[in-house]
């Protein structure tokens, strides 16, 4: 039986990891010869994929050898590259790990990760795959130089690739530049957990279907408050709010133009979501000051499996929970947010790019899909489906709920509906940059903590983003 990740965590309160880099510096001369190298790898997959059917295309016979880089060697990678090798005897599967043990890596080890990644994806080298799970790479770059295929043109030219299989909103929400650089195989879910039966009681009816914006939120808050006796509406840190609204793609694409190295934070957009952000905490609808769970309105968390959601509908509010998408920074806007976890880009400069290609199908199949030891939302449907029937069947054990006592949990089709619902309608990726979430982490404080005002720190990070995207 799969043990729950730590309940209390939350797509709101991602760390920061220490970003290196190395190499920044190179002539004009080298950078042109890495563009070149990386168009002349993509000219060679278009022509691989004007044949019919890519899946008849994998040789069978020859002698061949995939690289994966990764940070460590986890066992869900491992567990994929023994059972494809099993199926095709003449491929390798070599995993390439920066971690020194079987698990995560040490700083100085993340530190050499992200320079020689970013040293081998931007001179053509490396390995044929990469696996993108740290948010310090600055993936933005490694695009703009061409540096990954565009796994989309593989999608619509593989016959065999059944989009009815797979949670296409997620594969098409998690496009770059209109092109599908970094295939995630699982993902978690953005949302709000509420308590349905202390929002009852106040008599506030909350509907996130339509108009389910931040300045909503704030108006209903403020009625929550007026209305109830619960301690706070909810517990989460300025940047808990600014951060996912900032990296949202819809957001993230208006205030950063990587190709055009262009930043536009210094524009109303960015100013008002600062502005709106700081409000409500000067209203007291958001409140910085540790609380339990059970005395708020809300607990803003990431759901990362069905299991998962189960247990903090648990944990939170002895399942008496209702879930709404988080709310958004415009009108215009809908849709539950996500995030891409083992995510996957393949190198343009790749000599096995089709033998790369179907290993990626092999890993979004249900056979591997459904024995992830990883507690995520896979992006195989019927793998994620499994879980469900197995919640039904009773087959997950509480181990932190009734009082750390263990037990069952009781789950009906009924609960489960909203978070298939959600599942149906994620079409928000965050998508994080390391670098900018820095800059962001160490110029707004003084900004929420009234010592400058929003346009002043708005400038601030406008020059220092601008900075970035031209090194």
Known sequence: MKKILVLMMSLLLMFSLVACSSGKTQSKESNNTQQNNAK????????????????????KDEKKTITISVMGKFPDF???????????PNITIELKSFASGGGGMSLLELEKYVAQTTTEVLSGKGADLFVLNDQSLP??????????VDLNQYIEKDTSFDKSQYYMNILEHSKINGGLYVLPTKFSLGALFGNKEAISKTGIQIDDSQNWTWSRFAELSKQLKTNGTLKTV????????????????????????????????????????????????????????????TETYFVSSAIFSPSDYAMRSEFYNNQNTTIYEFPHSSEKESGVTFSGYDRYAMNANSSVKMEAWDYLKFLLSYEMQSQSIRDMFPVNIAANEKVFSDLLDGKVENTKGNGGKGGQITVTEESLQPLKQMIAEANTEVR????????????????????????????????????????
């Open 40 to 59: 002349n790898g993509d000219k060679d997959t278009v022509k691989e994929m004007n044949r019919e059917d890519l899946s008849l295309k994998v040789s």
């Open 139 to 148: 993936i933005d770059r490694y695009i703009d130089k061409n540096a990954f």
């Open 234 to 293: 909810m517990n989460v840190t300025p940047s808990g709010i600014l951060n996912p609204l900032v990296f949202s793609d819809k957001n993230y694409d208006r205030l950063v133009d990587m190709e055009k190295k262009e930043a536009k934070f210094d524009s109303p957009l960015f100013i008002d979501l600062l502005k709106q952000v700081k409000k409500m905490y000067d209203d007291g609808v958001l409140s910085i000051q540790p609380t339990n769970p």
């Open 78 to 88: 491992e567990l994929a590259a023994k059972e494809y090798e099993k199926i095709h």
């Open 432 to 471: 994080w940059n390391e670098k900018v979430h820095k800059i962001l982490s160490e110029e707004t404080p003084s900004y929420f903590d009234g010592q400058k005002s929003a346009e002043s720190v708005a400038d601030i990070i406008q020059n220092r983003v601008m900075t970035y995207l031209n090194e």
